[in-house]
């Protein structure tokens, strides 16, 4: 599969275990932030979503949270699985009312078993 | 549904040669959007159309490039000519509007290689 990114930041985390991945983000203007996961051969994916006007969403097996008074987006993975190893991305909507994203330069996570 | 399509899957050409990348988006989705990712950028969105029509190209790096969507159904994105530093993965998404928190879901991808 194509190589995402070779000098990106690595999280190992042992299966079973709670993963925490962090994003700080540039606009703080910024409406709507998103979480895509990308694995090795394929195109990004949609996890999870969360709108300025709120600081935490959750999900199957994944919370969001958002503080933005520091412009700070973390994702949380409980019990980590093998086929959570990816890269995750980061993006934030960056036009007013529309659905231009920016995105993040990503996090790599590698589950052992 | 089969999800936005993309093809060549992967594409290997010598500097110089016009390279053309297709996509078809995801049936009844109105926007189209082309990404570029690489290991020193990341992930760049070039352009993006709404019902056919290129809204933003702000993104896409120079003149070699152009993007056409000539049907709800099919887009390309072509280099020419194409250079080394044009290697990257791009990717093709679609969503069906532009309103804040509609998903936009990507492709697989096409991995061009230019020697």
């Known amino acids: 599969g194509e190589s995402v990114g070779l000098h990106l930041p690595t999280l190992s985390v042992q299966e079973g275990d709670n993963s925490i991945i962090n994003c700080a983000y540039s606009n703080s203007a910024s409406d709507y932030f998103i979480w895509y996961k990308q694995e090795s051969g394929k195109g990004p994916q949609f996890i999870i979503d969360i709108r300025s006007n709120m600081d935490k969403r959750q999900g199957q097996r994944v919370t969001v949270l958002l503080n933005k008074t520091v412009k700070h987006l973390s994702l949380q993975i409980a019990a980590t699985q093998p086929g959570d190893s990816a890269v995750y991305f980061c993006?934030?909507?960056?036009?007013?009312?529309?659905?231009?994203?920016?995105f993040g330069g990503g996090t790599r996570v590698l589950v052992k078993p | 549904d089969a999800g936005v399509i993309q093809s060549p899957r992967h594409e290997v050409t010598e500097m110089g040669q016009e390279v053309t990348l297709r996509c078809k988006p995801i049936?009844?989705?109105?926007?189209l959007f082309w990404y570029r990712q690489t290991m020193m950028r990341g992930l760049e969105l070039l352009i993006y159309f709404n019902n056919n029509v290129p809204i933003d190209d702000s993104g896409m790096p120079e003149d070699r490039f152009s993007a056409k969507m000539p049907n709800a159904s099919f887009s390309t994105l072509k280099i020419q000519p194409s250079e080394p530093r044009d290697s990257a993965v791009y990717f093709c998404?679609?969503?069906?509007?532009?309103?804040?928190?509609?998903?936009?879901?990507f492709g697989p991808g096409t991995r061009l290689t230019v020697l």
């Open positions: 998404a679609s969503s069906l509007s532009l309103e804040l928190a509609d998903t936009q879901y």
């Open positions: 993006a934030e909507n960056i036009e007013k009312g529309g659905n231009k994203l920016t």
């Open positions: 049936s009844g989705h109105d926007y």
